[in-house]
């Protein structure tokens, strides 16, 4: 008998995972350093500033030949010193000022997290006492850390990457008053470095788009092509040589 050909038999483990999937989670990980420096001055006896400013991070989109995409997650690991000051040239006079700055991470628009203030604790005060200039500088520092994940997956998924902006605020009030006040000046600054890293959770086993599960009709005509390949095999073997 001419021999048959036979298709190996799926294995009860192999068909259960391709009927029902098998979950495969894997992660893309991106990370970028910053260095982040804005100041704002005036000069003024008397003053009221609230300056912003902002530093731009682009990070690539996710790929989704790799799988569906489950989740983004950001994580900041940052510092910030914070610098106010104020000097006064003239007469008798003197000159004082209070000052505090903000910071907040946002993805597309749409804010992320929003740091705690960073405050000058007190007052900032210079006194001329006749000698004609005074100055003085305080300075306050801490740790801006978060982990948040993004509640909106769709700017992660666009095809030219995605935008994260990195906002401050400062803001500082004060005035100056004396004799034969010729000068008087208020700045503050910040300076805020770390590092930000965006995290990518997906399911490797998950069709990608556009790679879809074979219709019933190309089913068919697979198991007709078997078949007729079988056929040909044994009209090919029993024919005489």
Request: charged share 10%.
């Amino acid at each position: 008998m001419p021999p048959i050909l036979r298709l190996p038999a799926v294995s009860a483990a192999l068909a259960v995972a391709l009927a029902a999937g098998s979950v495969s989670a894997a992660t893309v990980v991106q990370s970028q350093s910053f260095d982040f420096v804005t100041s704002a001055t005036t000069h003024s006896t008397s003053y009221a500033v609230n300056h912003t400013d902002s530093l731009g991070l682009h990070f690539d989109g996710f790929d989704p030949s790799l799988g569906a995409l489950t989740g983004v997650t950001l994580a900041l690991t940052s510092a910030r010193s914070f610098e106010t000051g104020v000097s006064l040239f003239g007469g008798f006079g003197a000159a004082v000022t209070q000052s505090g700055s903000d910071a907040w991470v946002k993805v597309g628009g749409d804010l992320i997290d929003f740091g705690p203030p960073l405050l000058i604790q007190g007052t900032v005060l210079c006194r001329t006492e006749g000698q004609g200039l005074c100055a003085a500088v305080a300075h306050a520092n801490d740790t801006y850390d978060f982990t948040a994940g993004a509640s909106d997956l769709a700017p992660f998924l666009a095809l030219g990457g995605v935008d994260v902006s990195m906002d401050a605020g400062l803001g500082f009030t004060g005035l100056a008053a004396g004799d034969d006040i010729r000068l008087a000046t208020a700045v503050a600054s910040l300076l805020w470095t770390g590092d930000l890293t965006v995290t990518y959770a997906y399911d490797a086993a998950a069709t990608p788009p556009g790679i879809g599960v074979p219709e019933p009709s190309i089913w068919a005509t697979m198991v007709t092509g078997f078949a007729l390949a079988g056929s040909a095999l044994r009209r090919r073997r029993a024919s005489p040589v």
